[in-house]
């Protein structure tokens, strides 16, 4: 086995900030923004220093937030851990604002701005004009309010609990129960758990109402009719517009929502039920015991280790360096938060995985798609700035996306029986095409809601309601479910946290689609692309990344069409 990527290798060496340097207030952070603020900058070589400094000073201040975050995430218990992360959202990230947008304009307003390498910074230099043209004063405070606002999403959700079998089960631990082959457990467990999530439904409606208010004001402030257009603008979608997300609403209701349509009538006949209920949707459809590639967090993390070694040593090499550093948490326990995320640390150059594993097929999934994340940070963490490691999520999602699907040559590490390994490819392909049209409810739903920000709660169900039957399979009978279905929404963590990051799941999806099918074709030069594009964080365009992968940023109807043929095609050979 080969060594660790040392850790020495891939921090960032400080030349601009002491060694030893931890925020505790302001005064500690002030002297270097200031600095950087009064700096002269008489030729292009210091221009080009400021810009390393002022990189060293984010990678250092993100890292610490990064932390920060962390750490509240995985125990939602400890109001130590909570004030720390709003410690910093209330007392640094609001002064830290000006100063941002004071060292952009000294940036473009520099004299030696034209110096610089044209290739090497324009995408840089086109996200900060940005930056500054939706820069307001009067938002800096709604920011603050509106971050930690976000967070109740994940404390509410945190304290949802059910009791089976006089067992307190965590949502994510009680999913499992799902795929039980006892229909009527499966359906005890799925009510259990929607009757959970109702009790904090108003709770969490008045929260997104809240959230929409303030991300309006936002809008306003900027010189935007609403957020989803200043979201467009401060994400930074400079390679696609709106009437895209449009068209790949579209592309999918036509080309995939009726072959999930033919994937459920399949599930009912197998299954030998005249209606096909939500808690049906997960268990197995020969009636076999559920997926359960791992029983433990640690042997997630070695058995993923052992897979990435097989695709590429440096994949696997990634992964030894956090597990030897502990930037790893995988298991599901009370008080910890939802979800799961890979975190980049800009400064150590080693990210952070956080997951509520409980040993599923889907946790391994999650592991997989945020071991992409991870061993992008690696790729990417040899750029010169932290600014170009910052990529779009419709590159990021690719590398992880990619990963999922690349991977599954090698997934004999989880699945020894071959019987199993088919089952685990048959769920994940299945999966593939399942998570389209779910993209499509999510996006086109923010849309809908952010053109009409000042919408009722029966306005804001009614919108769901139609959405989800536009895009929601046709066969599950929801009768009796009705409530659940129209809060479904709320499981999704994104709407309250990260609003509008979510069509990249579609966009990077059909990527990896694309990648997958060049390394079936030819994996040596696959892989080989991959990790070149990765290498590039956000040097270049969206397309132009995507090219370098050996792909098309399409996502029109007839390349949805190609995509998806394919993956039937490679679901027919499983199924041999």
């Not at 210091?46 to 390393?52: A, M, N, P, R, V």
Request: proline share 4%.
């Amino acid at each position: 086995m080969q060594a660790l990527i040392s850790s020495n290798s891939t921090s960032i060496s400080r030349n601009f900030l002491p060694k030893k340097l931890s925020i505790d207030s302001w005064n500690t952070l002030a002297p270097f923004y200031e600095a950087l603020k009064t700096r002269p900058i008489n030729s292009k070589n210091d221009l080009e220093k400021w810009l390393k400094d002022r990189s060293e000073l984010e990678a250092f201040v993100g890292e610490d937030v990064g932390w920060r975050y962390i750490k509240m995430n995985i125990d939602t218990t400890d109001e130590q851990l909570e004030k720390s992360f709003n410690f910093f959202v209330n007392e640094i990230e609001p002064k830290i604002a000006p100063y941002e947008n004071s060292f952009n304009q000294k940036l473009i307003q520099s004299s030696f701005l034209d110096e610089l390498d044209t290739e090497t910074y324009f995408v840089y230099l086109r996200a900060i004009k940005k930056e500054m043209e939706i820069y307001r004063d009067e938002n800096i405070p709604l920011k603050t309010q509106l971050t930690e606002e976000a967070q109740q999403y994940g404390a509410i959700s945190a304290k949802m609990t059910i009791e089976i079998d006089g067992k307190t089960n965590t949502l994510q631990q009680a999913s499992i129960y799902l795929k039980s082959t006892d229909r009527k457990l499966r359906e005890e467990v799925y009510k259990k758990i929607a009757q959970r999530r109702l009790q904090d439904a108003q709770k969490l409606d008045d929260l997104f109402t809240s959230l929409i208010k303030k991300r309006q004001q936002l809008a306003l402030n900027t010189g935007f009719e609403n957020y989803r257009d200043y979201m467009f603008a401060e994400m930074g979608r400079f390679d696609y517009t709106k009437q895209d997300c449009f068209d790949f609403h579209n592309s999918i209701a036509k080309e995939i929502v009726p072959v999930i349509n033919q994937f459920d009538e399949n599930r009912k006949t197998k299954l030998k039920v005249t209606s096909l209920k939500p808690w049906d949707k997960m268990v197995d459809v020969d009636g076999k015991s559920p997926l359960q590639p791992t029983q433990s967090g640690a042997e997630l993390m070695d058995k993923t280790i052992a897979c990435f070694h097989n695709i590429h040593p440096y994949f696997g090499q990634c992964m030894e360096t956090m597990k030897e550093m502990k930037h790893v948490d995988l298991e599901s326990k009370v008080g910890k938060a939802p979800g799961g995320f890979n975190y980049p640390l800009n400064e150590s150059g080693v990210p952070f995985i956080y997951m509520n594993s409980v040993g599923s097929q889907r946790d391994m999934i999650t592991m997989l798609h945020e071991g992409g994340h991870a061993v992008h940070s690696f790729l990417s963490h040899p750029l010169a700035l932290t600014a170009f490691k910052d990529v779009p999520s419709e590159v990021a999602e690719l590398a992880s996306m990619s990963m999922e699907l690349i991977s599954m040559d090698f997934w004999d590490v989880f699945y020894t029986n071959e019987e199993e390994l088919k089952r685990a490819k048959r769920e994940q392909l299945e999966g593939v095409l399942n998570t389209l049209p779910w993209v499509a409810t999510i996006d086109k739903f923010q849309h809908l809601l952010y053109e009409n920000p000042t919408h009722t709660l029966m306005q804001r169900k009614e919108i769901w309601k139609n959405i989800m039957d536009e895009f929601s399979s046709s066969v599950v009978d929801w009768s009796d479910c009705e409530d659940e279905k129209n809060y479904y929404w709320q499981k999704q963590l994104h709407l309250f946290e990260v609003p509008f990051y979510y069509i990249e799941y579609g966009m990077a999806q059909l990527g990896a689609i694309a990648v997958w099918r060049n390394y079936k074709n030819n994996p040596t030069k696959a892989i080989e692309q991959y990790m070149e594009a990765l290498k590039l964080g956000y040097t270049k365009p969206i397309a132009e990344i995507y090219a370098t992968a050996g792909i098309k940023f399409d996502f029109s109807q007839e390349y949805i069409h190609e995509l998806v043929t394919f993956v039937k095609s490679e679901l027919d050979k499983v199924e041999k």
